[in-house]
């Protein structure tokens, strides 16, 4: 089956220090795949280079085998690829709601109709508050973000991707800086996602790496050390070695 | 920028936004007299709120918005000149160009941040009020454009000495906008334009393709301000080259921020204290009158973020709250 994302040498040069380099991964559909790695492994430029919110100095980006490495971000939105961030990147002044309507409607391509007020696009609502009750947020709808508890301001960053219907879906730490509690909570809610869209996470709780990841790509120093099957890699003495020091 | 995004929460009641209105129409007998310095205010008005557009919903600083007025003030009179003086084919031709020169130099506005969007507008700014200067067989140079001579509004309503059918043509003029404007902010288009103010990156994120949605509004706000100077062109019969002045650029700035930025009522606000303080304080203080008019403006800004109605929604707020303290005791 080919890979719904793929990479092709991919790599990320600021001046001589080599951020990502020659990074070859491959996504495949429906994957639950995670990336590791301890800080600085180039875990965060790797998903900015994915997405297009930085250009690489080496190597391609293929997604459904169709070179998208030239293409802007919001291109590649539109073709499928939905990304979150590491630090709640979110809009503090609107509410959940009217946060997750601006993706919706977007995706549903009427974000430019100049004349209708917003309130009157019931199908978009609706679809708003799907997305909202798959996060268990619809309680918190018309809650300004700002006031949000921070665990659940994380959901408001993943059902901002979700409301672009992506068929990857790109996870920058989703859980960092959410309570161990709420964190199972949140990555139920990930694993809960249709089988359809393939997600590729970044994430440092190992816990939650090996309970629901299914494959696993170590980076290290901008590099990929190892990949293989989630169990595989738990019992790699390398990844061992590099990634969790010598700790037993 | 913060003051623009907090208020953006507040919007008037339909019973306010009633009275705001009708009191303009009131205006035939509540200010008979002086029904030109009304029309100035509401020309003034209709540039505020094309430069709330982008100030307000889209967080674009431009110090050469004259540069759009100007053209619509030009492009109306040198039609006029030349034959065509139907006020209505002014103001459309007025907006269309101003418009489509929006939609040009959008392309190099949008591109930056606000300290190279400053840069650019001031440049645009100058250029063209260079080039009208320049231009003077056709602009009339720094002696202005004579010979405009605008027809009967609908071939029925003509100009009178009083200022009459000017008042009635603008507050026509500047409703249908605002409507026109209120309609598009409250759309889906308009909720974007905020998402971009506010994060720009996350908005990109989302899909938005981001300068394309900044240049339609860029060349919108454009086409307001040009119907603002076609405006202005009809009902005074001329045009100065100060249409293009670097201080009228600089004035829509300060009208916007006494009113407040990202409501709309706060660019009309803002240019009735302006306009209104800028006419008395000179008729008051000739020679020293700016110096009363700085005074005031700092006093505008002690009163905190939002303007006049960022302050008039603060006083309403907390005389409310004291009422409904006083109804429990």
Not at chain 2, 69 to 84: D, E, I, K, N, R
Not at chain 2, 124 to 131: A, N, P, S
Not at chain 2, 263 to 279: E, K, M, N, R
Not at chain 2, 318 to 326: G, P, Q
Request: a positive charge; aromatic letters at 8%; hydrophobic letters at 50%.
């Amino acid at each position: 089956m080919t890979p719904v994302l793929r990479t092709s040498g991919l790599g990320k040069h600021f001046g001589g220090i080599r951020a990502v380099s020659g990074v070859s991964l491959a996504l495949a559909r429906g994957a639950r795949h995670a990336i590791i790695g301890p800080n600085g492994a180039g875990k965060t430029t790797l998903i900015n280079l994915l997405t297009g919110m930085a250009s690489p100095s080496e190597g391609d980006v293929y997604l459904d085998e169709v070179r998208v490495t030239r293409l802007r971000a919001d291109q590649r939105v539109k073709r499928g690829l939905a990304r979150t961030f590491q630090i709640n990147n979110l809009f503090p002044d609107l509410t959940v709601l009217q946060s997750v309507l601006l993706a919706v409607c977007e995706q549903r391509g009427v974000a430019a109709e100049p004349w209708r007020p917003l309130r009157s696009y019931s199908e978009e609502i609706a679809a708003a508050r799907a997305v909202l009750r798959l996060l268990h947020l619809d309680a918190a709808e018309d809650t300004v973000v700002r006031q949000l508890p921070y665990g659940d301001q994380r959901l408001v960053e993943i059902a901002l991707a979700l409301a672009c219907k992506p068929r990857v879906l790109l996870l920058d730490e989703p859980a960092a800086g959410v309570p161990k509690g709420q964190s199972q909570a949140l990555f139920r809610a990930i694993a809960g996602l249709p089988e359809e869209v393939s997600v590729l996470f970044v994430e440092h709780d190992m816990d939650i790496v090996f309970r629901f990841a299914r494959r696993i790509t170590v980076l290290v120093s901008g590099s990929i050390l190892t990949e293989g099957a989630a169990e595989d890699i738990a019992n790699d003495p390398m990844v061992k070695q590099v990634y969790l020091g010598n700790r037993r | 920028m913060n003051s623009a995004r907090a208020s953006t929460r507040a919007r008037p009641l339909p019973w306010q936004e009633a009275l705001f209105w009708s009191l303009l129409v009131g205006g035939f007998w509540l200010w008979p007299k002086h029904l030109a310095l009304a029309s100035q205010v509401l020309i003034s008005a209709l540039f505020a709120l094309s430069y709330d557009l982008i100030l307000g919903y889209a967080g674009i600083l431009s110090l050469g918005h004259a540069a759009y007025f100007g053209l619509g003030a030009y492009s109306a009179g040198l039609l006029a000149t030349h034959g065509w003086g139907e006020p209505l084919l002014g103001l459309l031709t007025g907006g269309c160009c101003a418009g489509l020169a929006g939609l040009l130099t959008s392309l190099l506005v949008v591109r930056g941040q606000d300290l190279t969007r400053l840069m650019v507008t001031t440049a645009i700014g100058l250029l063209l009020f260079e080039l009208a200067n320049r231009l003077s067989s056709v602009t009339g140079g720094v002696d202005g454009l004579l010979g405009v001579e605008i027809a009967p509004l609908l071939g029925v309503f003509r100009f009178d000495i009083y200022g009459r059918t000017a008042y009635g043509y603008c507050l026509l003029v500047t409703f249908v906008v605002f409507l026109g404007v209120r309609r598009m902010v409250h759309s889906p288009f308009g909720w974007g334009l905020r998402g971009i103010r506010d994060n720009t990156g996350r908005m990109l994120a989302l899909g938005y393709p981001v300068h394309r949605r900044l240049v339609a509004l860029y060349t919108a706000s454009a086409a307001i301000a040009g119907i603002a100077g076609a405006l202005l062109t009809q009902i005074t019969q001329f045009v100065s080259i100060d249409v293009f002045s670097f201080n009228r650029s600089a004035e829509v700035v300060v009208m916007l921020i006494v009113g407040g930025a990202g409501v709309l009522y706060g660019g009309l606000v803002g240019a009735a204290v302006f306009t209104l303080a800028y006419h008395y304080l000179s008729g008051w203080n000739p020679l020293y009158w700016q110096f009363w008019l700085g005074a005031f403006l700092i006093a505008i800004v002690l009163l905190g973020g939002g303007g006049v109605l960022g302050a008039y929604q603060r006083v309403s707020h907390l005389l409310r709250r004291r009422l409904e303290r006083t109804a429990q005791a």
